[in-house]
């Protein structure tokens, strides 16, 4: 199982995107909505373990595979769940409910060679269009903490605000402690939680 940062934020973005993405190296990415055949494009490692099973399992839930190619190759990808609820595959078992009018982005990569050129950001801004065009307002995803920053950093060079809704810390023993960061209703967890405020530090 792949470790899970002691700390993560369940976040929520607008759908609608101001400004077009595309700074210096995302160059002629081509976003597209991708199905089973793209599935096998990916490398191996993503694949191993079982993932390739799992993947289908997505398309076959009526998950979105969003796939950005540069020279006809697969360079990024995300995965958007369009309404219902989803949990987190670090902590089986916890899953969170939707509100209206909200999709859920998760499993965000792009090709370790290829980061740091603007394609996370090019597939993201497609795919704010993509749940927009489906009539969703907003798309919530987690950060782990090292990566809420940068997160935030990118989607503000396309106009785009992030909200954290949610902070989930694992405690030593695994338990988890949530913060709600907001009122708002986008996110609710389905689980029986301690308020972190309630447990001394
Ligand atoms: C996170 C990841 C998808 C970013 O892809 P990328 O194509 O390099 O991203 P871009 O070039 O568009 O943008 C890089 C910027 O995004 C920021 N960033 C970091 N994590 C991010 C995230 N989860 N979502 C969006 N942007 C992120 C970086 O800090 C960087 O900002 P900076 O240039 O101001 O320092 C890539 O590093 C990756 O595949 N990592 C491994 C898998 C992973 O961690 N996925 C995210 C969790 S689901």
Partial sequence: MMAFSRVAYVCKVPTHVPARAGHDGSGSILVRTGG?????????????????????????????????????RLVSCTWLRPGGGFSLHHLPGKSFRLGDGVGYGHDAWTDPALRGRGLRLAVFAEELRILERLGLGWEVSYFVDHQLEGGRRNLARIGVPVTALWKIRVRPDGSLALTALSEDSSVTPRFEYTR???VPS
């Fill in 36 to 72: 089973e055949p793209d599935i096998d494009r990916l490398p191996a490692e993503l694949l191993s373990a079982g993932g390739r099973e799992r993947l289908q399992r997505r398309l076959a839930d009526g998950e979105l595979f969003v796939v950005g190619e540069l020279d006809g």
């Fill in 196 to 198: 972190e405020e309630e």
